[in-house]
């Protein structure tokens, strides 16, 4: 027995020896460690800024705040928050409610989970000193800090099959959802810290806040977790809805299609009947009558035929489903399309930012004395570029949002349109005036 107490207090010295050695001399690689797996788990659920600097910056500060020291009743965590938040939001875009509620939640799973390692796993070997001083053993001093990088790792090897290759995209009513249930775990691990900050000198009242902390820091971290999963459920639910939208819009203008054809074979089977009423009016020589006839049969849906403004289909279908709605309105619109047949933007996107903007197109030259709609979209030098313009007559609905009754179908307004430029690291601008309403979308194209 004595020999086996020998041999493992030889195995603690030398671990103790190591892992000083590796936190003394490369402290950094541990907080690297750390700070990549958060990195690339954050990066599935908030939509980063282009550039390097600012992943290096998100880098640094994952691996800085990872390796804080947070203890129940110690005021780090009060400066870190902001520091945290602020860094965050700047090296993110999109929607700043979203951005705000993942910023929440990585907050809190990070500090809960610092603050269970410095607050309970160091104290399992420590020993409390006559002086009220805690004595912590090396061996959990320096394992609490290679235990951060460790569970930063499994973090995202059990999240990793379930990440998705783009930010979620929620509606803004769901974002704001999640933020209220991410302002709960917030509010609890700030009372633990806060209500607890110098409570030591009583015992009574030191064991009572360690109770208190044991129990909701792990309901914190948990809870993190849950919302994390919550919001892949919500993406991918979403992700379900606009699929179906989109089945329904391309069902749509194939049926549209059918309707055509079957309308030249019946204007095929009658061809004959016409000509032949043709003939006796010019053997009758009634010019006049013989050109109304052949004005009615050029006006005919079944010889205006399919229109076809570009090769992407996706793209094809909406503008012609738009083109036929503003026809029956009365709009004259004019295209210049020029899109291929393959676009790095995903086609829910795509048919969402083209479908909306002619939507509110529609919706503005239909109310105006002046009906017509100028629709330019192409690609050219690595660049996605869509230009409306049409008439418009009196105020801008607030936020260009839909004028219709049924606004589950209709254009989500300005802010939708604009988050999706945004998150494809373009922009999204617009000008009214003179009777005259002009949007401008300008997406970069991902190089293969």
Known sequence: MGDFAEVFAYFQRMAVYFLGWLL??????????GGFFLCKVCAAFLPLRPGRRWRALLLVLMGGVSGMVIWVGDNNLLFTLP???LVLMACSSGDWTGRLAVTSIFFCLIMSANALLDTYYIRIGSVRLGDGHLHVPDFFYYSSKLLRPVLA????????????????????KLWRLVLLLASMPVSSLLAVVVLTQNKYDNETVYTTFMSMGITVLPFVLLTALALLYAILVLADHQRLEEADKLASLRESYYQGLQREERQVRTMRHDLRNH???????MELGDRERALQYIDQLTASPALQGGQRLCENNAANAVLSAKAEAM???GVEVEFFISLPASLPIGEADLCALLGNALDNALEAAAQSPEKW???????????????????LS???PPGLSTTKKDKAAHGFGLAGMREIAERYGGSLEVK???????????????QG
């Open 24 to 33: 003394r001399i490369h402290w950094t690689i541990p907080m690297l460690a």
């Open 394 to 396: 009196g105020p801008l």
């Open 327 to 329: 026809r029956r309105e």
């Open 83 to 85: 520091v945290f938040f």
């Open 153 to 172: 790792g499994l973090l995202y090897l059990a999240l990793r099959k379930r990440l998705p290759d783009c930010p979620p995209r929620l509606t803004g």
């Open 275 to 281: 000509l032949t009423a043709l003939r006796g009016l």
């Open 373 to 391: 709609a100028t629709v330019r979209c192409r690609t050219e030098k690595g660049l996605f570029m869509l230009r409306v313009e049409n008439a």
């Open 432 to 446: 009214a005036g003179a009777g005259r309403f002009e949007l401008v979308a300008c997406l970069p194209l991902a």
